[in-house]
């Protein structure tokens, strides 16, 4: 080692004393959920997990909004990075000042009129340290298939654990509600009882179409016609089946009965009309469910038994087609 090398070695102590790499602690929110980033440019989405639920070890990550994966460190988010940045710099400075306030001297001269030298290190201001705050969320989930805890804008989401959709979850939990309505129309008076049987109606069939929209999306590469998939409604079951069934070879209707296709059939009908006519039958609902036509103009009855019979047709739908589309390959 040359005397320049022992020397410059000598003032940068502080600077080696840094190592090669840096340690830098993340702080989840009051919440214990800590920020995630989508690295797919197209996506960018941000997330939220509880570090030490999920997957135990090492295991990828899935972007819950498009389905992307990866290694974990491609998903810290920009806030983190530029923190994480912002603590290096700082320390790096921090020491690289400590270092060169070693190099300061003060030779004054010993004669009257002689010329002395000096050094003095100002350091000026610490470099300035980028902090963040989480953000919020609208969703709060735990995946019922790894237990991770995550948090996403919207409703449906792939876990970012073990990528397994929500989509059967999501419907599931609105199902449950369907049913707490149902219950507690039980104890209520007759006009409140017929407004909570028709809200849950109303409730399962758009929790069916939420679902079935989102589990065609997000297999829409597997169809004949991504671009008409995207367009398929959940709330006609008899178009349902047929689309279903024209861009994905599948029967929807293999895992049911007769008799529970066509009880599934008349409620999907009694909440057409209750979202459209007012629930006053028409020619159309007598077509289609076969009522006398002496019945037009009447408002139809939704039971409770009516819902009751619904809940469990939608849930073996719901998982024939799930099933189905995941054994297709694109």
Same mark, same amino acid.
């Not at 059967?168 to 449950?176: A, D, F, R, S, V």
């Not at 079935?212 to 997000?218: D, P, Q």
């Given at each position: 080692m040359s005397n320049k090398e022992k020397y410059i070695k000598m003032i940068m102590t502080h600077i080696e004393r840094l190592g090669n790499s840096f340690e830098i602690e993340l702080h989840p929110d009051e919440k214990g959920y800590i920020g995630r980033e989508c690295p797919n440019p197209e996506c960018e989405g941000y997330f939220k997990i509880v570090l030490g639920t999920g997957l135990k070890g090492t295991a990828k990550c899935y972007c819950p909004y498009c389905g992307y994966s990866g290694d974990q460190s491609e998903f810290f988010t920009k806030d983190q990075i530029e923190f994480a940045t912002s603590k290096v710099i700082r320390e790096f400075t921090d020491a690289l000042v400590k270092d060169l306030k070693s190099l300061e001297f003060d030779n004054k001269s010993k004669e009257s009129f002689g010329i002395g030298l000096s050094l003095k290190v100002e350091p000026g201001k610490p470099y300035p340290i980028h902090h963040y705050r989480e953000r919020e969320l609208e969703t709060f989930i735990e995946c019922p298939e790894c237990t991770l805890k995550y948090s996403v804008y919207g409703l449906f989401a792939f876990c970012p654990d073990c990528g397994q959709h929500n989509s059967?979850? *999501?419907?599931?939990?609105?199902? =449950?509600i369907a049913e707490k309505m149902v219950e507690l129309a039980n104890s209520v008076e007759d006009s409140l009882k017929e407004k909570l049987v028709e809200n849950a109606l109303e409730d399962c069939i758009s929790a069916f179409d939420g679902f079935?929209? =989102?589990?065609?999306? *997000?297999n829409a590469e597997k169809s004949s016609s991504p671009e008409k998939v995207w367009r398929i409604h959940f709330q006609n079951l008899n178009s349902v089946r047929d689309n279903i069934n024209d861009y994905f070879g599948i029967d929807i209707t293999q895992n049911l009965s007769d008799d529970e296709w066509n009880n599934a059939e008349i409620c999907f009908q009694k909440r057409h009309l209750l979202a459209h006519k007012m629930g006053i039958i028409d020619k159309d609902y007598v077509k289609k469910t076969g009522v006398p036509p002496s019945m037009i103009g009447h408002k139809i009855t939704v039971t409770l038994e009516d819902i009751k019979s619904l809940i469990p047709i939608i849930e073996k739908l719901a998982n024939s087609i799930k099933s189905s589309l995941d054994d297709l390959t694109q």
């Open positions: 059967i979850q *999501i419907l599931q939990k609105n199902l =449950e079935g929209r =989102e589990i065609c999306k *997000i």
